[in-house]
């Protein structure tokens, strides 16, 4: 029996990325909810209240760093794992990410196996945290 692990949403303009990503992450376990531009990707956080978010930097009306910046000024927002990914790879996109409240920040093409290694080190922290 596979256990349970957190829930996570997936935000991307891209619907193949999205949908790539959510079937990967929903087979390991993950319960995934997916948001289709930075406005959706706020407003689905704000009610269904992820333990994680992955968060393409560059979407429609709303960019990823913007999604980041509003849930970090929320306290019920404040434990929640946010890794930005996005195809701008520089160390100054990477600190603009970091800045904008991300904790993580994952370029594409997205490595699968280093994104769940990543998603490991922090599952049964943020279980205890909540």
């Not at 956080?45 to 980041?68: F, K, N, Q, S, T």
């Not at 904008?100 to 990543?118: D, V």
Request: proline share 3%; hydrophobic share 50%.
């Amino acid at each position: 029996m596979r256990k349970h692990l957190p829930r996570l949403l997936v935000a991307d303009d891209d619907a193949a990325i999205r949908a790539a990503c959510a079937s990967a992450l929903s087979l390991e376990g993950y319960d995934v909810h997916t948001a289709q531009n930075g406005c959706a990707a706020l407003a689905e956080i704000r009610r269904w209240r992820p333990e994680i978010a992955l968060i393409d930097v560059e979407m429609p009306l709303m960019d990823g760093r913007e999604v980041a910046r509003q849930l970090r000024q929320a306290d019920e927002h404040k434990l929640t794992l946010l890794i930005a990914v996005t195809a701008l790879s520089s160390m100054a996109e990477r600190a603009a990410s970091i800045r904008a409240g991300f904790n993580y920040h994952f370029t594409k093409p997205l490595r699968l196996s280093a994104l769940l290694e990543t998603l490991a080190l922090h599952a049964s922290s943020l279980k205890s945290a909540r």
